[in-house]
């Protein structure tokens, strides 16, 4: 018996029926012997990669020679049709919304370009005003490892900044080394990644309370930067004693630049310090070093006092560290204030000087919240108590002898405003940057395509201005280079402004990429007058027969109201005398000066105790009215003995030179008294006392005794009166006393005669 097999085969087909363009899929036939696709393919299994959708046959042959076919449908799906829309062009340190369509999900790629992972501090390192230093930075194990050199020296007062997704490091560079120079300081800017240095500009001079008699200038080795981007550090302003230099005055300022619109570094301002009376010895100290380092830059940097500042995490306080003072030193930021805390005693083993070297901290910073300080001239890392002070050692292994300082770092961000995966993502290019988008939509399918962000150099803009104002400037003239057009605050589309006006000026330069960047200057004013004092060696007198006037100041000119250029002036008659100085800035003082004149003789008299008699043979002379006295005849006492009679002369000076003379006339009295002596005489029998009368004195005395005018006698004989008169001269004159006792003989009595003797 013949049998018949006529089963026909069970054709299938297995395999993905549905992908994306671009994919592939194999597809199996079962059910038979042989097999036979429309592709022509004779295989079990085919690979296909369609474009478009598709049908696929496979032709399946049994043993018995009996035949079946299965039919696939393929579907494929299109890959998402990306777009991207955002600015593709952008100017450096500018930030662009990327924005892709197309999908469900995304994914972006190239967004962490610019990514920087900080290690440790920064630390600047090499000696003040020495060769050029080098770029460090400071692990947390006190390992110090080198980033780059530096392009230029003097690099002090550094922080850490991440601007727009960029590390930077600015500081201050001090302008030289000089007297005049080294107060002085410039803000520069320093890649973190490669150590290049650029200088913007010098920073303006704090406020100059004290006039003529002021300085002022920049602690250039001090500074530290907020997460904000303000920059703080120190200035002062002094009160020199200019004869000796000391200072006799200061005032502390805080001066903060906004690093976000640094500009050439002149947008600072400055504010004043109080200094609490706890601080104030300590502040003393350091301004005694500053000033020290002032006069006498070779000294490469101060001793003593603060070196470094470092800004708390939170931003509000300024922490320091005096080594030499063994004091905690606090600014805060809000009030202005200064605290100041004595260290504790274990610290003694790291304080105080000894020969060239010294414990003062170079380099203040924060390292994970903890407060460092690196001795520069000892190699010594410390942690420091910001509340007690206390110095605990880290490290005693890094160089010494350095001058420079620390900067907190932290990383600096570079995570998108966006997720990674979102359909719109904002990236912060430094350069021209492709990012490239991958893109799933709902079947599933993934395409990608790529963008490049072309990244434009903004304009480098400065500003110089021929200032300041002064009183013989009333107008500056501000110049801006940079770019292709010019706006400036205020009105203005020239490279050049001209004002009149003190204040800060912006400019904003446009280059041809369409980039903008903006710079600041402030226009101080200078019309500060000078200081006179004006004084002469007056009065004019009879033997000063001029007078030198001087004026002192500061001031570069001098003009006399009668003529004169010069800062003295002999003038020979009384007045008053009128300077104008004019300084440097062209404003003036005046300032007077009044010439007296003493030209006044002294009012002379002359006396004396004469006249000369026969009683006084001498007279003295007596003159007044002056300082110094010569007598005619000699003699220079106010008084004068003489013994002959005469004109006495006198000539009389006085304590302005001026002389006059007065004469006295000693007149003599040597002329005896004219005496005239007579008596009632003479004696008789019945007179028998005679009365003894002189005249023509004043005094007189009788031989045989008495002393009046008159005498009384009863003897015969001669008498003898001496008589002085009131000049001390006496005469002498005699009388004579008779006697008539003789009897006579009676006559004899007659008629005519009836009496007898």
Partial sequence: ?????????????????????????????????????????????????????STYT?????????????????????????????????????????????GTEYLWEGALANGFKCNGSFFVGGLQGGSIPNLYNVTSSGELNLLGSLNTNNINGMGYYCQRNVPYLYGIKMKGNTIEDAVKGSLVVIDPRTANTTVLGEIPQPPNIYGSVGRTGIMTYIGDIGKDGKFYFPAVATYINPATFRIIDYTMYLGVIDLNDHGSGSNVVYKPITISPNCKPYMDACIEGFQAFALNPSTREPSGGIHDWALSPDGNTLYSFMGIENAMFRLDINTLITSCVPGPSSNSPYIGQTGIKTDEFGGIYYENNVLKGLQVDRGRLFNINQITGELTLISEGLPQDFRGDNATCYDCGVIPTGPLNSASITVCPIITTTYKVSVTDINGC??????????????????TSDGPLTCAKPSVTLTASGGGTYAWSGGGTAATKVVTSTGAYTVTVTASNGCSSTASITVNEDKSRPSVITDNDGPLTCIKKNVTLVALSEGTTYAWSDGGNASTKVVTSAGTYTVTVTSSNGCTSTSNTIVNQDITPPTVTTTNDGPLTCTKTSVTLTATGGGSYAWSDGGNASTKVVTSAGTYTVTVT????????????????????????????PLTCTKTSVTLTATGGGSYAWSGGGTASTKVVT??????????????????????VNQDITTQTPLPMTCAKTRSH
């Fill in 1 to 53: 018996m013949v049998s018949e097999d006529r089963t026909l085969p069970s054709a299938t087909i297995n395999g993905k029926t549905s992908f994306c363009l671009g994919d592939s899929t194999v597809f199996t036939a079962s059910g038979g012997g042989t097999y036979i696709w429309n592709t022509g393919e004779s295989t079990t299994s085919i690979k296909v990669k369609p474009n478009t959708t």
């Fill in 58 to 102: 496979v032709t399946v042959t049994s043993p018995n020679g009996c035949q079946s076919s299965a039919v696939v449908s393929v579907t494929v799906h299109p890959l998402p049709n990306i777009t991207i829309s955002g600015n593709l062009e952008i100017c450096k340190d500018e930030c662009t919304t990327l924005t892709a369509s197309g």
């Fill in 446 to 463: 993934k395409n990608s395509t790529s963008i490049t962000v072309v990244v434009n150099e903004k304009p480098i803009v400065s500003i």
């Fill in 654 to 681: 006085s304590s302005n030179g001026c002389t006059s003379t007065s004469s006295t006339i000693v007149n003599q009295d040597i002329t005896p008294p004219t005496v005239t002596t007579t008596n009632d005489g």
């Fill in 715 to 736: 003897s015969p004989g001669t008498y003898t009166v001496t008589v002085t008169s009131s000049n001390g001269c006496t005469s002498t004159s005699s009388t004579i």
